[in-house]
């Protein structure tokens, strides 16, 4: 599967066989197949961001529980998985096949999406201690996509830009949570290739240090 082609139509071939036949399986549904490949593109342009089942029902005219339901049964098929008020596909090689049909301009959270699987694969496999994944988000407005808790590690809190610089809205989201978890520790991945230091405080690395 080394070979780009040969990876994307094996990708595709798979989502239309979910899509087609495995979604009607699960669930008894009359929604046409296109509608669920429509709103799973949607959800590669949502990922990530805290997702409002009644705006995404009314932009496909379905009912929010419709739309609930059709959600929960791309989880059961795992398309998708949710964390916290977002969600973030399985498979990468999906999402980039649905964004490919959308144009390829799609702002994708690429780096984000990669350290969301890369953390859920390692509290599926860390089987000596109980890992919690969660995220966190202020009154204010202030987010932190990822908060890694474990009686070894401790708290991490984990901002991530898809640029190689720490954004303010990155470290207002780190010190919001810092106020709330004064031991917890403080880090940034990034899409970049440098790994640094912010106000004593902030260790800065690129992804593929974790991954």
Not at 185 to 207: E, N, T, W
């Amino acid at each position: 599967m080394r070979d780009a082609v040969q990876r994307g139509q094996a990708l595709s071939s798979l989502l239309d066989t979910v899509i087609e036949r495995d979604f009607y399986f699960v669930r008894n549904s009359k929604i046409r197949p296109h509608v669920l490949r429509e709103i799973l593109v949607s959800l590669v342009v949502l990922q990530g961001e805290p997702l409002s089942v009644s705006q995404l029902a009314r932009r496909f005219r379905l009912s929010a529980p419709s739309m609930k339901a059709i959600l929960q049964t791309f989880e059961d098929l795992f398309l998708v998985r949710n964390h916290g008020r977002a969600l973030y596909f399985e498979d990468l090689g999906v999402a980039e096949i649905l964004r490919e049909e959308f144009g390829g301009r799609v702002p994708v959270r690429d780096v984000e999406a990669l350290l969301f699987s890369e953390l859920k694969a390692i509290r599926a496999y860390t089987s000596d201690e109980r890992v919690k994944l969660s995220d966190y988000r202020s009154r204010g407005g202030s987010t932190v996509p990822f908060i890694l808790q474990s009686k070894s590690v401790g708290v991490v809190a984990i901002a991530v830009d898809e640029g190689d610089e720490l954004t303010e809205k990155s470290l207002k989201g780190l010190y919001s949570f810092k106020r709330t978890s004064p031991s917890a520790r403080l880090l940034h991945v990034h899409g970049g290739s440098r790994a640094s230091i912010h106000h004593d405080r902030v260790l800065s690395v690129p992804v593929g240090w974790v991954v």
